[in-house]
């Protein structure tokens, strides 16, 4: 989306610091959360970053698309604490006069894995988090924020329920990894050819089907493209930007399809990373 980005002078306007478990604005708050936890039998403790946003307002995943920046997080724990990559749920498209961007509304949990020591040598520790990101409705704010959340590793934790049905559907909203599609892709002068085959997949049931790279600038971002179904396979094409800043060597980003299901429309995303040929007839 193009928005007019509203900045002012004094950045702490927007800008929202809070040593505790929430950072808060009008806007959007961000929190730690975590899932259940027995230190008797787990050195894994199942975490997130959700943040919370106003009605209309969303947030960029880590492509933002036409407009926008990428939501990033950088962390702070004790050096005998490990932690693992943030997972990015599936993203939603907004579409705004021909410009599309890549994110998330109302609510959006960002999850990871912390792991503990075997030998258990902490009783507790403190992890922190700084949210660099922009959030945007008719206009677009910066939304910066450091939040904290103290762990007691000697005591059983059951979050509330609510807590444990996001864990369990945003795990369910992540991208899996391509194990089960193959895809070839070419390229020709204006767009790249991406042939899809899955077992997985019902190609009749498929309403939609949607490949978003994790690099801006190299395809154009829409809402729709253009994509083909055998009974068999899925072709799907997708234009190259006109200023594209380089002919990429091979795909990195996600397929999202949109499946009827019995419970209604599904959607259901894949991440790949292939070679891409080129089409010596271009």
Not at 185 to 194: N, P, Q, R, V
Request: with cysteine; aromatic share 12%; charged share 25%.
């Amino acid at each position: 989306m193009k928005y007019s980005l509203i900045f002012t002078l004094s950045l702490s306007l927007f800008t929202t610091t809070l040593i505790g478990q929430y950072s808060s604005a009008l806007e959007a708050k961000a929190e730690i959360i975590f899932d259940s936890f027995n230190p008797d039998s787990d050195t894994i403790i199942n975490a997130g970053i959700l943040i919370t946003l106003e009605k209309n307002w969303h947030i960029y995943w880590r492509n933002p698309g036409d407009s926008g920046i990428l939501t990033s997080f950088n962390f702070k724990v004790p050096e005998e604490i490990k932690l693992s990559e943030v997972q990015w749920p599936i993203p939603k498209i907004f579409e705004f006069e021909g410009y599309a961007s890549y994110g998330y509304e109302d609510k959006v949990l960002f999850p990871f894995h912390i792991k503990i020591p075997y030998d258990k040598t902490l009783n507790s520790f403190e992890i922190a988090v700084e949210i660099k990101s922009l959030i945007c409705k008719d206009l677009c704010k910066p939304f910066n924020a450091e939040v904290r959340k103290v762990s007691d590793l000697k005591s059983e934790y059951n979050p509330p329920t609510e807590i444990k049905e996001l864990f369990t559907k945003t795990l369910n909203q992540l991208p899996e990894k391509n194990e089960f599609i193959k895809v070839e892709a070419i390229g020709h002068s204006d767009k790249i050819s991406m042939k899809i085959i899955s077992q997985r997949l019902n190609t009749a049931k498929v309403k939609s089907a949607h490949f978003i790279p994790y690099e801006n600038g190299i395809f154009r971002n829409s809402l729709n493209q253009e994509f083909t179904k055998n009974s068999d396979s899925i072709v799907l094409n997708v234009e190259y930007d006109q200023f594209k800043t380089k002919i990429p060597e091979s795909l990195e980003g996600i397929l999202i399809f949109e499946v009827l299901a019995e419970e209604g429309i599904k959607k259901v995303g894949y991440e790949i990373k292939e070679s891409l040929k080129v089409n010596e007839k271009d």
